[in-house]
């Protein structure tokens, strides 16, 4: 399966393109970032609002998206970065505020550091090796409820999105009566459209949970991450609420998406999936193998130039926005041999699926560790997973901020005992058993 369209080069080298979303195969990238990629690798790019006159640059290559990455030239604030598509509602004014106190992903350093290191001990490979048990139960959870289930289940529902949002609200500290609320108003978020109304309900409602655990955590603070916040008095209340709603906002969606997609992308890979089953210990390089491969992040990395830069034999001038197409770049052949290929066994290390540089993703040992357990523990469960509907009858994720499938159905043999196929697994973590919402 490969990016083969077309060059985009139809019109004059220095017209705008507007960003690919369109995708002939749902595991490849947008059509037409090969071209891109090939001829036009800074390419001026439509944008549809924000700050600057409607033209920014698309950058496809690995080398150049990681140098504007980890290069402080390139701004990260809110404010200075237009956008390529259009903005979720309607909006004559499209002015974008700076970061509120707390919301550090779009901030610069030195705040975003500061943030970055109230945070960091949570998600290190360390810190985060702590929550492989209660990983583990979480997962396993939910298998025997699938397991339970007699017809055909939409695996999206069923496990890869309740998985990471009680991962992601065990660790924060979230309890289980605000876990559904806080998921349902995330999801409203992660849609690339919204009214205005269903923007600010969503808004209230993530503020006004958060602001309740924040002051409970206060009063009483828990071996959570919300108890750390609570413990560190360099904080206020506001920036509590909004690193938590940063860390909830950013692990909901993107874990899930990576479960399903990726469990998509094995069943159709069948090669590899046999692989992964005959050599678990593939398993880690699986993973960075999905996630290079899939690049969820279809949207790219957004960044506004400070100054004039040089890059790719183009000069982009101080104010311009720069998109890092961060699928195309997992693509490079420049970088990765035979990049359009899902090869489990190949070294992809480098690839930029979790970004690159200071803002580099914070939950991506977390992310990877949910990966690691929930896959092989599916395909383990049940050997005989298969899609319950046609492949091209699958709806995919491209009207979302995080690309992958709406819907998973899926079905497998059912054993003719059902006490066997609804076995607990042999290898189950410690650790209490939580209420499920
Ligand atoms: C497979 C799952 C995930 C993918 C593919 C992913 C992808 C990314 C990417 C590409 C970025 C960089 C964006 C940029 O530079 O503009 C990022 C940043 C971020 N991610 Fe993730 N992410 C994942 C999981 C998570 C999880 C589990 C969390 C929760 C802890 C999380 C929280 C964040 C935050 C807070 C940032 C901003 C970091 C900063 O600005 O310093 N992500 N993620």
Same mark, same amino acid.
């Given at each position: 399966?490969?990016? /083969?369209?077309?060059?985009?080069?139809?019109?004059?080298?220095?017209?705008?393109?507007?960003?690919?979303?369109?995708?002939? +195969?749902?595991?490849?990238?947008?059509?037409?970032?090969?071209?891109?990629?090939?001829?036009?690798?800074?390419?001026?790019?439509?944008?549809?609002?924000?700050?600057?006159?409607?033209?920014?640059?698309?950058?496809? =290559?690995?080398?150049?998206?990681?140098?504007?990455?980890?290069?402080?030239?390139?701004? $990260?604030?809110?404010?200075?970065?237009?956008?390529?598509?259009?903005?979720?509602?309607?909006?004559?004014?499209?002015?974008?505020?700076? !970061?509120?106190?707390?919301?550090?992903?779009?901030?610069?350093?030195?705040? $975003?550091?500061?943030?970055?290191?109230?945070?960091?001990?949570?998600?290190?490979?360390?810190?985060?090796?702590?929550?492989?048990?209660?990983?583990?139960?979480i997962?396993?959870e939910h298998? *025997?409820r699938?397991?339970?289930?007699?017809?055909?289940?939409d695996?999206v529902t069923a496990f890869a999105e309740p998985v990471p949002v009680r991962v992601m609200c065990e660790l924060v500290g979230v309890p289980t009566p605000a876990q559904e609320t806080l998921a349902a108003q995330f999801a409203v978020l992660s849609?690339?459209?919204?009214?205005?109304?269903e923007?600010?309900a969503a808004c209230t409602v993530v503020d006004g949970v958060l602001?309740e655990l924040?002051? !409970?955590?206060?009063?009483?603070?828990?071996?959570?991450?919300?108890?750390?916040?609570? &413990?560190? *008095?360099?904080?206020?209340?506001?920036?509590? #609420?909004?690193?938590a709603w940063?860390l909830l906002g950013?692990g909901f969606d993107?874990t899930a998406?990576?479960?399903?997609?990726? @469990?998509?992308?094995?069943?159709?890979?069948?090669?590899?999936?046999?692989?992964?089953?005959?050599?678990?210990?593939?398993?880690?390089?699986?993973?960075?193998?999905?996630?290079?491969?899939? @690049?969820?992040?279809? %949207?790219?990395?957004?960044?506004?130039?400070?100054?004039?830069?040089?890059?790719?034999?183009?000069?982009?001038?101080?104010?311009?926005?720069? #998109?890092?197409?961060?699928?195309?770049?997992?693509?490079?052949?420049?970088?990765?041999?035979?990049?359009?290929?899902?090869?489990? /066994?190949?070294?992809?290390?480098?690839?930029?699926?979790?970004? $690159?540089? #200071?803002?580099? +993703?914070?939950?991506?040992?977390?992310?990877?560790?949910?990966?690691?357990?929930? +896959?092989?523990? %599916?395909?383990?469960?049940?050997?005989?997973? =298969?899609?319950?509907?046609?492949?091209?009858?699958?709806?995919?994720?491209?009207?979302?901020?995080?690309?992958?499938?709406?819907?998973?159905?899926?079905?497998?043999?059912?054993?003719?005992?059902? @006490?066997?196929? !609804?076995?607990?697994?042999? #290898? &189950?973590?410690?650790?209490?058993s939580a209420d499920v919402p």
């Open positions: 399966m490969t990016d /083969t369209a077309p060059p985009v080069t139809a019109t004059a080298a220095d017209e705008p393109v507007t960003l690919p979303v369109r995708r002939g +195969c749902p595991f490849d990238p947008p059509d037409g970032y090969a071209a891109l990629r090939e001829h036009r690798p800074v390419a001026p790019l439509r944008l549809t609002v924000g700050p600057g006159d409607g033209v920014g640059w698309l950058v496809t =290559r690995l080398a150049d998206a990681r140098r504007v990455l980890s290069d402080s030239r390139f701004s $990260h604030r809110n404010e200075l970065i237009g956008l390529p598509i259009p903005p979720p509602f309607p909006i004559d004014d499209y002015t974008p505020p700076p !970061a509120a106190p707390g919301a550090f992903i779009k901030m610069d350093r030195p705040e $975003h550091t500061r943030y970055r290191r109230v945070l960091n001990r949570r998600f290190t490979v360390r810190g985060v090796a702590e929550l492989t048990p209660m990983i583990t139960r997962t396993h298998l *025997d699938m397991a339970a289930a007699t017809g055909p289940v695996l849609r690339m459209s919204y009214t205005v109304e923007l600010i602001r924040v002051a !409970a955590a206060r009063v009483d603070p828990g071996a959570n991450l919300l108890g750390d916040l609570a &413990r560190d *008095d360099s904080l206020t209340d506001t920036e509590r #609420v909004n690193l940063a950013g993107t998406s990576m479960i399903a997609l990726g @469990t998509y992308a094995l069943l159709r890979h069948p090669d590899q999936l046999a692989l992964l089953r005959a050599r678990p210990e593939l398993v880690d390089s699986a993973v960075e193998e999905l996630l290079r491969h899939l @690049t969820i992040s279809h %949207l790219g990395a957004s960044r506004a130039a400070l100054e004039d830069v040089e890059l790719g034999g183009v000069r982009i001038r101080a104010g311009d926005t720069v #998109v890092v197409a961060l699928p195309a770049a997992n693509r490079d052949p420049a970088h990765f041999t035979d990049p359009d290929r899902l090869d489990i /066994t190949a070294d992809r290390r480098g690839h930029v699926a979790f970004g $690159h540089g #200071v803002h580099q +993703c914070i939950g991506q040992n977390l992310a990877r560790a949910v990966l690691r357990v929930a +896959c092989p523990a %599916l395909f383990d469960r049940f050997p005989s997973l =298969r899609l319950a509907r046609p492949a091209d009858e699958i709806p995919m994720r491209d009207d979302m901020l995080h690309y992958g499938v709406h819907e998973l159905p899926v079905t497998w043999d059912r054993p003719a005992d059902p @006490t066997v196929g !609804a076995a607990t697994p042999a #290898v &189950r973590a410690p650790g209490p």
